[in-house]
């Protein structure tokens, strides 16, 4: 079993900057793709961000594309969600979220995904 757990969000304003961390322990395997998914209010889960296992491919949501930066830790069970320009519409809970086996691009569909944090709250004011 793997473990998920955020941490680092919390209230910004509009055009600032925030960084999530979520650190992933048990039976985490190695080659592992994690991500980051929100939920806003009333609305469905959405993909943020993926990573690869190694670290050297990411992808992105459209909507986040050159404000947000996923990274992995040198220990490779961490992963961080750096975001900018922050806008009241990425209001949401934070989700992060591992795939044995996967890739940021079928994390992108939410394809493949065997685990979830319990999620982190991110409000942006205006």
């Known amino acids: 079993q793997v473990q998920l757990v955020e941490s680092g969000g919390g209230l910004v304003q509009a055009g600032g900057s925030l960084r999530l961390s979520c650190a992933a322990s048990?039976?985490?395997?190695?080659?592992?793709?994690m991500g980051w998914f929100r939920q806003a209010p009333g609305k469905e889960r959405e993909f943020v961000a993926a990573?690869?296992?190694?670290?050297?491919?990411?992808y992105y949501a459209d909507s986040v594309k050159g404000r947000f930066t996923i990274s992995r830790g040198n220990d490779r069970n961490t992963v961080y969600l750096q975001m900018g320009s922050l806008k009241p519409e990425d209001t949401a809970i934070y989700y992060c979220?591992?795939?044995?086996?996967?890739?940021?691009?079928?994390?992108?569909?939410?394809?493949?995904?065997?685990?979830w944090g319990q999620g982190t709250q991110v409000t942006v004011s205006s």
């Open positions: 990573i690869s296992w190694s670290g050297g491919i990411t």
């Open positions: 979220a591992l795939a044995f086996g996967g890739t940021p691009q079928t994390m992108g569909v939410m394809a493949g995904i065997n685990y």
């Open positions: 048990g039976r985490t395997f190695s080659r592992n793709a």
